[in-house]
């Protein structure tokens, strides 16, 4: 899976940091990388227009989940990191330099189990014993849907066997009948779900936080100017997630057309994402604090992350 992972970073850093042109850049050509995952957040940013105008470059850095993107700001290629919870949590575990500056908080309902339809798994207990492709390594969100659903069911983690696949081999795997039972997240799972997968349970009811946080490399944040961009992209965020609560339809045309996916995919991920964004408050430490707890138990985080320690109020203003 390292081997994996590096190949596709190295892949990504050559041939798909896209630049997204902006007008009036200031500051001595300042230049803000921010890293994306599936497309997500760009086309959020784009059907939103709120990176007009602003005093910086942008390039985006697209990645198809969150272990190759901060695989990419170890190696200092880009300024932000946007993923759920758990992921930034491991990467945060695994002595990565970056601080938490901002948060969206939505319902969970992003991620999920699935299985293939003719399967007879029915129910969580059915689990015990049968092997599940999570995506896209040890500590996505995915792994943790699974771990506390287990935890529900009154199963330990120990009870499954777990195979981490990043999404698209996993999406073929899954496709092509190779594997039964499979912990994703979107845009992979409404996908799935229209080609004829079946939700087991999804990270709603408060299976999963249903938080993404924006991380910051500490490198950039020691830069004035760069802080003061990030300052800047955090505010432009929060506007994009109040346009798409507003506009669904309008979010989800566009999510379809950049993306190539069906329009009733686009309408699923767009209403399964619906999120406001805003500072890493002190509910939303404790809340990730009680994630990192749960995960550091089961072994999925090697070392105790203190959530506070790692976050920075003093971006977002």
């Known amino acids: 899976m390292r081997r994996t992972v590096c190949a596709l970073v190295a892949l990504v850093l050559a041939g798909v940091l896209a630049a997204c042109g902006q007008s009036g850049a200031q500051g001595g050509g300042l230049t803000l990388t921010l890293g994306d995952q599936a497309n997500g957040l760009q086309t959020l940013m784009s059907a939103a227009g709120a990176l007009e105008g602003t005093p910086y470059q942008v390039k985006w850095a697209e990645f198809q989940g969150a272990a190759p993107l ?47 339809n003719e399967s007879p798994v029915r129910t969580v207990a059915d689990l015990k014993g049968r092997t599940i492709v999570v995506s896209s390594a040890r500590g996505s969100i995915a792994e943790y849907l699974l771990a506390r659903a287990l935890q529900e069911a009154g199963l330990s983690y120990s009870d499954v066997t777990v195979q981490f696949v990043l999404p698209t081999a996993a999406q073929a795997a899954f496709n092509s009948g190779q594997t039964e039972i499979w912990a994703t997240f ?10 004829g997968a079946r939700v087991l349970i999804d990270g709603t009811q408060g299976r999963v936080s249903g938080i993404a946080l924006v991380s910051a490399a500490e490198k950039s944040l020691a830069d004035p100017a760069r802080k003061d961009a990030i300052t800047d992209f955090l505010r432009r965020l929060a506007r994009a997630e109040d346009w798409a609560a507003q506009n669904p339809a309008a979010y989800a045309q566009v999510y379809a057309r950049t993306n190539g996916v069906d329009p009733d995919v686009a309408a699923k991920v767009v209403e399964h994402s619906r999120t406001a964004a805003g500072p890493v408050t002190p509910q939303i430490v404790t809340t990730v604090q009680g994630v990192a707890d749960l995960m550091h138990s089961i072994g999925s985080l090697p070392a105790d992350v203190r959530v506070a320690d790692v976050t920075d109020t003093s971006v977002y203003r």
Not at 75 to 80: E, F, I, L, N
Not at 186 to 195: C, H, N, R
């Open 70 to 116: 901060f695989q990419a700001m170890q190696g200092g290629q880009v300024d932000t990191g946007f993923a759920a919870d758990l992921p930034t949590l491991q990467a945060i575990s695994g002595r990565l330099p970056i601080k938490l500056v901002g948060a969206v908080q939505g319902s969970g309902a992003g991620a999920a189990i699935l299985v293939r």
């Open 186 to 195: 979107d845009p992979y799972q409404s996908i799935a779900v229209k080609s």
